[in-house]
């Protein structure tokens, strides 16, 4: 089951990411997440593992960003099929991936910048 926390509507920067361990705006989270505006969803699981569809980011869809900022994992094994990517990118949502800690760097430059921005992040692999 996802837990989500709210935090009445501050930027949440991440401070810290390490292979399995990321800290936001002080609190230590140790399972992948996705972070919604000011709430972070913890405990985020894929239908398939290492390869990201749809159903996985039902949170996301919901929320219609602009940017989805996309963590592939510490060495990048997490896999975004390309229908996945095409129907992200045909409801209007920019994506952006890339091995998680350079994710990490990419949301938290988008913060304050004027866009909706999720952030799915695998800490792991």
């Not at 837990?3 to 990411?17: A, D, V």
């Not at 390869?51 to 919901?62: A, G, T």
């Not at 099929?81 to 430059?109: D, F, M, Q, W």
């Amino acid at each position: 089951m996802l837990e989500t926390k709210e935090n009445r509507g501050e930027e949440l920067m991440i401070e810290n990411y390490e292979f399995g361990r990321i800290v936001i705006n002080g609190k230590t989270y140790r399972e992948d997440l996705i972070i919604l505006g000011s709430k972070i969803i913890e405990n985020w699981w894929r239908k398939e593992g290492h390869s990201l569809s749809i159903e996985d980011l039902e949170e996301v869809l919901r929320e219609k960003p602009d940017i989805l900022v996309i963590g592939t994992g510490y060495n990048g094994l997490m896999r975004i099929p390309p229908e996945t990517l095409n129907y992200l990118e045909s409801k209007g949502i920019k994506v952006v991936s890339a091995k998680t800690r350079e994710a990490c760097r990419i949301h938290n430059e988008l913060q304050g910048k004027g866009k909706k921005i999720a952030t799915a992040l695998h800490l792991t692999c």
